[in-house]
């Protein structure tokens, strides 16, 4: 396997895996939405099976799946704001590793403050 020419951004490191994470959480909003505009859709077909549709919902499962889709929300919002410096600040391909660690501070402290109230109304405490 050749080595990667210098002074490239996406070789296998913290380059890479945030633009294979962008792309995969952009892919799995994208998925969210679809249902979320067919099961809304629903409620005009039936209003009953509506109703089971989101009866269903209100289960432990995906209550952890929505808490999947704010990180993937969150991360996919501040990575895109990493990648517009990257591509638009004359600096930022120089910071970008360091951009991406608070990239990840960012993400993990939005988190730190949602997912104690969120999984606490999900597993009933709250």
């Known amino acids: 396997m050749p080595s990667a020419p210098a002074g490239t951004l996406y070789r296998g490191r913290e380059g890479m895996w945030s633009w294979v994470a962008h792309r995969v959480t952009g892919v799995l909003i994208f998925l969210f939405l679809l249902v979320h505009v067919l099961d809304t859709a629903l409620v005009r077909v039936s209003p009953e099976a509506y109703n089971a549709v989101i009866g269903s919902y209100k289960t432990e499962i995906m209550g952890l799946g929505e808490a999947g889709l704010v990180v993937a929300i969150v991360f996919h919002a501040f990575n895109g ?46």
């Open 81 to 126: 704001l990493r990648i517009i410096l990257v591509d638009f600040w004359s600096k930022g391909p120089k910071y970008q590793r360091v951009m991406l660690w608070v990239v990840l501070a960012m993400v993990a402290i939005t988190m730190a403050g949602f997912l104690p109230r969120h999984l606490g109304h999900v597993f009933g405490g709250n």
